[in-house]
Structures are given as C-alpha cells and as structure tokens.
Nanobody, 115 residues
Framework: QVQLVESGGGLVQAGGSLRLSCAASGRTFSSYSMGWFRQAPGKEREFVADSGSIAYADSVKGRFTISRDNGKNTVYLQMNSLKPEDTAVYYC????????????WGQGTQVTVSS
C-alpha cells in the first residue's frame, strides 16, 4: 500500500513555471513507478508523465520534466512554459514496477494558468 499527497499547485501566468511534489508513504517507494495525470474542467482525465518509462504526453513534451528522489519518497513534476490549456487538477499516481495499471492515486492539486 502507498498513500500519495500532492502539493505545489497554484495560479501562474502563461509562460511561467510551477513544480508539483508528491510525497509517498511507505518503505517500498522504489518498488513503484510514479506518474502524473491531469483532468481539465469538462474533459477526461489524461496521462501526463511516467517516471518508470520516462514517457510524456505529446502536449507536454519539452516543457514538463518528471523526476523522483527515492531518499525522500517524493516525485516531482517540473512544469515550464505553462499554457492556459495546462489548467487542470493534477494527480500523482503509482503503479507497481512491472505492471501497467496505476492502482494508487493522490487527491489532486489544482493548477491554473492565466492568459
């Protein structure tokens, strides 16, 4: 079991940056591949990034970077050159290494990008 708590969301102007953090509980953090999803108002939840496969959604490639610190049980999402269309609730997710289903989700953190 792992519990995920996101932080770092907020309001930023277009072109700005934010760094989201996700703290995971438990002593087996390295056994999980971490990722991020997001959901914009009126839209379906969508994949953003995965630390295990170092994969990114096409819409964020070159602007967002996922990283993790196993010593701190934390995964980060550095978001640069933010656009209004990046406005969404961002969710931290985890899947057991070697599997494909994200079985653990955080509560989400709001990111709002103003034009």
């Amino acid at each position: 079991q792992v519990q995920l708590v996101e932080s770092g969301g907020g309001l930023v102007q277009a072109g700005g940056s934010l760094r989201l953090s996700c703290a995971a509980s438990g002593r087996t953090f390295s056994s999980y591949s971490m990722g991020w999803f997001r959901q914009a108002p009126g839209k379906e939840r969508e994949f953003v990034a995965d630390s295990g496969s170092i994969a990114y959604a096409d819409s964020v490639k070159g602007r967002f970077t996922i990283s993790r610190d196993n010593g701190k049980n934390t995964v980060y999402l550095q978001m640069n050159s933010l656009k209004p269309e990046d406005t969404a609730v961002y969710y931290c997710v985890a899947r057991v290494v070697g599997t494909t289903k994200y079985g653990y989700w955080g509560q989400g953190t709001q990111v709002t990008v103003s034009s």
